[in-house]
C-alpha cells in the first residue's frame, strides 16, 4: 500500500513563505511522479505542481498560478518530495494533498494514483 503524509501547513501572512513536505516509501519515491494538489472550500481540486519519476528525468511540472512563486524538490535522501511556497497570496488558501502517479504526471486529479490526506494552508491578508 502506498502512504503519503504531507506536513508544514499552517497559517501564514501574504508575501510570506511555507514549505510543505510529503513522505513516503523508497519504493514509492522510485517508482511515481510525486507532486502536489490543491482544494480550496467549494472548489474543485487543481494541480499546482508535480515531479517526473526519478527514472523519467525528475522534471518540474507547475501550474500558471503558482509557477515563479512555488518551487517542488525532492530529496531523496528522505524519501520526500517538498514544495517551497514563496511571495503567498490569500487565494493560495487551500488544503494541499500530496499525489502520486504513475506512470507519469498528470494534471488531472482523475489520473492521481494516490493521495495524502492533506495539510491546511491559510494565507491571512
Known amino acids: 500500500q502506498v502512504q503519503l503524509e504531507e506536513s508544514g501547513g499552517g497559517l501564514v501572512q501574504a508575501g510570506n513563505s511555507l514549505r510543505l513536505s510529503c513522505a513516503t516509501s523508497?519504493?514509492?519515491?522510485?517508482?511515481?511522479?510525486m507532486g502536489w494538489f490543491r482544494q480550496a472550500p467549494g472548489k474543485e481540486r487543481e494541480f499546482v505542481a508535480a515531479?517526473?519519476?526519478?527514472?523519467?528525468?525528475?522534471?518540474?511540472f507547475y501550474s500558471d498560478s503558482v509557477k515563479g512563486r512555488f518551487t517542488i524538490s525532492r530529496d531523496s535522501a528522505k524519501n520526500t518530495v517538498a514544495l517551497q511556497m514563496n511571495s503567498l497570496k490569500p487565494e493560495d488558501t487551500a488544503v494541499y494533498y500530496c499525489?502520486?502517479?504513475?506512470?507519469?504526471?498528470?494534471?488531472?486529479?482523475?489520473?492521481?494514483?494516490?493521495w495524502g490526506k492533506g495539510t491546511l494552508v491559510t494565507v491571512s491578508s
Open positions: 515531479l517526473s519519476a526519478s527514472w523519467n528525468g525528475d522534471n518540474s
Open positions: 523508497g519504493r514509492t519515491f522510485r517508482t511515481y511522479a
Open positions: 499525489a502520486a502517479s504513475a506512470p507519469s504526471y498528470s494534471r488531472s486529479a482523475d489520473a492521481i494514483d494516490y
